[in-house]
Every structure is written in structure tokens, then in C-alpha cells.
């Protein structure tokens, strides 16, 4: 049984950081796509954050995260990472963790193959 658990989401104000953790189990981090996906209040569709191939040598984030979130893996933890820097309010959402998605160029594809986390809500605010 495939299981995904976030922890590190929280209040924080605009600017700070916060590194959120996706511990894996029942999966290989290292034998799969890797990533997190974001839902903002109000809005129906989850957007992909930022991924990891399988083999560590891709990474994908979203225009709005880049050079401000980094995805990282420790394979001895089976763990996976999330990197946040200068939050900004935009930025509020929960974010889940994911598996089992391919990354086709600039795209990530999910299917009923993925995985989710239960999420962890991270807010931004003053």
C-alpha cells in the first residue's frame, strides 16, 4: 500500500521560508516521478508545483516558483522535499505531494495511476 505523508506546511509571513517533507512508503521515491501540486482557496484544480524524475537528473517547477522553490530527494529516507522561498501571499494553498505522473517536456500528466498526500496547508500572511 502506496502511502504519501506531508508535513511541514504553516502560517508564515510574506518573505519567509518553509520546507515541506513528503515521507513515502509502500513506493521507491527513486523509482518514480516525484512532486507537489498545489490547491488554492477557491479554486477547483490542483497546479503542479514542482517535480523530480525518477532518475534525479530532471526537475520541473512552475513558472510562478522558480528560482524561489527547490524539489529535492533523500533516498536513504525515502523521502522528498520541498524548498520554499520569499513566500508570497499567492503562494497560500495546500500543497500535496504526488507519485505516479509522467513529465512530458514541460507538462505533468496525472492519472489514475497518481498517488496523493493528504495535503498540508501552507498560508502566507501579515
Do not use: H
Not at 40 to 59: F, Q
Not at 78 to 106: H, W
Not at 107 to 120: A, D, K, L, M
Amino acid at each position: 500500500q502506496v502511502q504519501l505523508v506531508e508535513s511541514g506546511g504553516g502560517l508564515v509571513q510574506p518573505g519567509d521560508s518553509l520546507r515541506l517533507t513528503c515521507a513515502a512508503s509502500g513506493r521507491t521515491v527513486s523509482r518514480y516521478n516525484m512532486g507537489w501540486f498545489r490547491q488554492a482557496p477557491g479554486k477547483e484544480e490542483r497546479e503542479s508545483v514542482a517535480a523530480i524524475s525518477w532518475s534525479g537528473s530532471s526537475t520541473y517547477y512552475a513558472d510562478s516558483v522558480k528560482e524561489r522553490f527547490t524539489i529535492s530527494r533523500d533516498d536513504a529516507k525515502n523521502t522528498v522535499y520541498l524548498q520554499m522561498n520569499s513566500l508570497k501571499p499567492e503562494d497560500t494553498a495546500v500543497y500535496y505531494c504526488a507519485s505516479g505522473f509522467s513529465i512530458v517536456g514541460r507538462n505533468i500528466r496525472v492519472g489514475p495511476s497518481t498517488y496523493w498526500g493528504q495535503g498540508t496547508q501552507v498560508t502566507v500572511s501579515s
